[in-house]
């Protein structure tokens, strides 16, 4: 029963923004590490941004920081993208798992089989 399902990718022209959303049922989001990832054709997935299991503080990769913005209500995990460029291009996923601490949480390889993974939405930044 538990699900991870995001939402709001699409074709946005650079300089653009976006809004993604994850929309998480079966659990509660408060007990465990939340992250959003990327992935683009040919590259490795990357952490983009997360909210760390206890403290609830927001990590940002440095490619995004100041650009995106995470936030959680409840069970939804929202990533706001501003002054999108190209390289943003991607697959954005959201992962949740109760092991990854602190800004271990933008780490793919700390999120086990214990883990949650959306399907994915892409974001596609082109004129």
């Known amino acids: 029963q538990v699900q991870l399902v995001e939402s709001g990718g699409g074709l946005v022209q650079p300089g653009g923004t976006l809004r993604l959303s994850c929309v998480a049922s079966g659990f509660n989001l408060g007990y465990s590490a939340i992250g959003w990832f990327r992935q683009a054709p040919g590259k490795e997935r990357e952490g983009v941004a997360c909210?760390?299991?206890?403290?609830?503080d927001v990590y940002y990769s440095d490619s995004v920081q100041g650009r995106f913005i995470m936030s959680r209500d409840k069970n939804t995990v929202y990533l706001r993208m501003d002054h999108l460029n190209p390289e943003d291009t991607a697959v954005y996923y959201c992962a949740v798992d109760a092991d990854p601490y602190g800004s271990s949480c933008l780490i793919a390889g700390y999120y086990d089989a214990d883990a949650y993974w959306g399907k994915g939405t892409p974001v596609t930044v082109s004129s």
């Open positions: 909210i760390s299991r206890n403290a609830g």
